[in-house]
Each structure stands twice: as structure tokens, then as C-alpha cells.
Nanobody
Framework: QVRLVESGGGLVQPGGSLRLSCAAS????????MGWYRQAPGKQRELVAR???????NYADSVKGRFTISRDNAKNTVYLQMNSLKPEDTAVYYC??????????????WGQGTQVTVSS
């Protein structure tokens, strides 16, 4: 059984920073992609950033230059450093792990979500 645990959300003022973490636990061999998505009230879930097993990254245009995604394969953990936060970044942020290989099958997993609120 694979479980994802997210942390690091909260309330921050505009221009501030937060760092999100998502750790996967279980009998994991490899993880292909790790990513962050977000969903604001009344909107569809959207990709924020993603990193592959070769450390190739891609970002939503709205966060380029402000957010940085990274991964620690030894810890099966993905991070999202968010700087220069704006009120429009307010959303529930979800961690996604794609192509998680447990030795006998490969699946995708989602975290439970963490709230990020940017407000003065």
C-alpha cells in the first residue's frame, strides 16, 4: 500500500513564501514523475509543476520564475518552493506521483491536499 503525505501549506501574505513537501511511503521501487496540482474554488484542477525521473521539469506559465519543483529519490519526496506568492495562488494543492512501481504493479497516486491561502 502506497501512501502520500503532504505538508507545508498555510496562510501567507502576498509576496511571501511557502515550501510544500510530499512524501510517499510503502514498498516502492521507483517513481517516474512527481508533480503538484492545484484546485481553486469553482475551478478545475490544474497542473502547477512536474518533474520526471530524469529531472526534467515543466511549469504552468502562471508560476514560472516564482515556483521551483525538486525531488529527493532516496526519500521518495517531492518539494515545491513557492516564492512571490499572489492571492491568485490560493488553492488546495495536491501532490501526484505517477508511475509508482512497487515491484509487482505500477500505479498513480494522489495526496490528500493541502490548503495554501495568500491574503493580507
Amino acid at each position: 500500500q502506497v501512501r502520500l503525505v503532504e505538508s507545508g501549506g498555510g496562510l501567507v501574505q502576498p509576496g511571501g513564501s511557502l515550501r510544500l513537501s510530499c512524501a510517499a511511503s510503502g514498498s516502492i521501487s521507483t517513481i517516474n514523475t512527481m508533480g503538484w496540482y492545484r484546485q481553486a474554488p469553482g475551478k478545475q484542477r490544474e497542473l502547477v509543476a512536474r518533474i520526471t525521473s530524469r529531472d526534467t521539469t515543466n511549469y504552468a506559465d502562471s508560476v514560472k520564475g516564482r515556483f521551483t519543483i525538486s525531488r529527493d529519490n532516496a526519500k521518495n519526496t517531492v518539494y515545491l518552493q513557492m516564492n512571490s506568492l499572489k492571492p491568485e495562488d490560493t488553492a488546495v494543492y495536491y501532490c501526484n506521483m505517477g508511475g509508482v512501481n512497487t515491484g509487482w504493479r505500477t500505479d498513480d497516486y494522489w495526496g490528500q491536499g493541502t490548503q495554501v491561502t495568500v491574503s493580507s
